[in-house]
């Protein structure tokens, strides 16, 4: 892979130094109910999934602890190439911190298409491996989704549908919130997977076809929003999926959404990134 960019603004004003990351930890992961990766967690789960474990494991719980932690420290201070660089120290255990750090990465700081595609087909592929070691993980399928999801979007919707993608991200989100009814992030998730159909292939078809309806957009959405009132991009991909559905019959309300996303206060270096998208809209 080639050299990463760097987040263009002050990682530093993003650091989550030793007991800071647990004590920050519920309002940084609120959206995706990742649980706090302490030795106990390692333990716990290896217990149940011990493939899980990187090949090079010793038994020392609390250093890959940290490790996974530092994995984090890096997303969350905008070092996505040193999150994905430490979560590959990890076996499966970082998955969803090295997967969330290239989607966010790829979405927003990669601009050549081509490396774009190429982080999130490295990142579909390590979620595919995570929901094979730990299948019981909502973010195993979630970011399986999610980066499903941005692939389709970067060769285009219509052909992702063809190439059957679009039932795949409607499994894995399914999935993902079977396991973890609270999870915002693949509410909001879902709520634009049923926008984008319903746009791309009309109410009929998209019903008929992939389930899909405006209703349940709406919901998802709102739940969304229900769970993580403080979060950018849940504000955000409701302003993009009511566009989708209702166009510009409710662009006010759209512009109105764009306007919330931006006066949110950003907790880490991915919403930072969220809050200029949507200043971005506004211009």
């Known amino acids: 892979m080639a050299k990463w960019n760097r987040f263009p603004h002050t990682s530093a004003d993003y650091s989550y130094d030793g007991e800071q990351l647990l004590d920050s930890w519920p309002d940084l992961h609120q959206g995706d109910c990742v649980e706090f990766p302490d030795a106990d967690w390692v333990e716990q789960v290896l217990d149940s999934a011990p493939d899980a474990a990187p090949e090079s494991f010793d038994g020392d719980f609390s250093a890959l602890a940290e490790i996974i932690q530092d994995a984090w420290r890096c997303f969350h201070s905008g070092d996505f190439e040193g999150a994905v660089s430490k979560s590959e120290q990890c076996g499966q255990l970082a998955h969803a911190a090295a997967n969330k750090a290239e989607g966010i990465y790829a979405t927003y700081l990669e601009p050549d298409e081509s490396k774009q595609q190429a982080h999130y087909l490295a990142a579909i592929a390590r979620a595919e491996s995570a929901i094979e070691a730990l299948p019981d993980d909502p973010n195993s399928h979630y970011f399986h989704a999610f980066n499903l999801g941005r692939y389709s979007q970067s060769i285009s919707v219509v052909k992702a549908l063809s190439q059957g ?19 915002a992030e693949a509410h909001t998730a879902m709520g634009m997977y049923n926008a984008e159909i319903i746009d791309k292939v009309g109410k009929m078809l998209g019903k008929v076809t992939y389930g899909a309806s405006t209703p349940k957009a709406l919901e ?39 306007v919330k996303a931006s006066e949110l206060q950003p907790k880490d270096a991915m919403e930072k990134l969220d809050v200029e998208a949507a200043l971005a809209e506004l211009e």
């Open 165 to 183: 993608i679009g039932g795949k991200i409607q499994t894995s989100l399914q999935n993902a919130l079977e396991l973890q009814p609270e999870h």
């Open 220 to 258: 998802h959405f709102d739940r969304a929003l229900e769970l993580t009132p403080e979060s950018p991009i849940a504000h955000i991909e409701y302003g993009n999926g009511l566009y989708l559905l209702f166009g510009d019959d409710r662009i006010d309300e759209v512009s109105d959404v764009y």
